[in-house]
Every structure is written in structure tokens, then in C-alpha cells.
């Protein structure tokens, strides 16, 4: 079975394969959307582009759509590391990632920092 990382809640579940992962973290009570957009977002119809993570493994992740290509380019422009990064809801797991919820603005084009959970 797969496992993922939640680094910055320094949480590791198992899953099964093909599991959607904003549905597992939500499972696992991980908190993937900042203030209110908890209550406001797209319900995990990869419009909103809110649910965001950086992943370390991108390759145990199902292929990005051309919409979550489409919206990462729009919200993540210029960020430097926008092939590391998913939309929750339309990632499905296919092997073992480490994965930061709530990445942090990047004004320098600077990896956010991805530490193994303890």
C-alpha cells in the first residue's frame, strides 16, 4: 500500500492505490485550505486552485490534467517550481510522497523546505 507523508503536520497514512488525496487528507483531518477558503472552494472540482500541495514524488502521483497545468500556470506564475506542485483534488496516489500542505508564498524561486516526519 502507499504511503504519504503530510511533512508540515509531520503525519504519514497508508492508502490504496488510486486514492484521491485531498479525500485522504480530509480523512486524516489535514487541513489543506488556509482561513476561510476551508469554507470556500471548489469542493475538489480543481477549479479553485486552493488545495495546492508541493510534492516530493510527483512520479507516484497520477498525471497532471490540462486544467491543473492550466490552473497551477495561472496561480503559482513565476514561482520556479510549478512541476512540483499539485492540486490535491485531482491527485491520485499511485506509490509513496511526501507532501507540504499550504506551501508558503516563494518570492525567490526558492524549494519549500520538505523534512521527513519524525
Known sequence: MPKVTFTREKKTVECEQGANLRLLA???EIQLY???KRYFNCRGHG???EC???????ENLTPKTFF???RIA???FKF???HEVRLACQAHVEGDVEVLTQPEFN???ERPLLKKAE
Open 26 to 28: 480530509m480523512e486524516h
Open 34 to 36: 488556509p482561513g476561510m
Open 47 to 49: 477549479q479553485c486552485g
Open 52 to 58: 495546492r500541495v508541493h510534492v516530493k514524488g510527483m
Open 68 to 70: 491543473e497545468r492550466l
Open 74 to 76: 495561472v496561480s503559482w
Open 80 to 82: 520556479g517550481h510549478e
Open 107 to 109: 518570492w525567490f524561486g
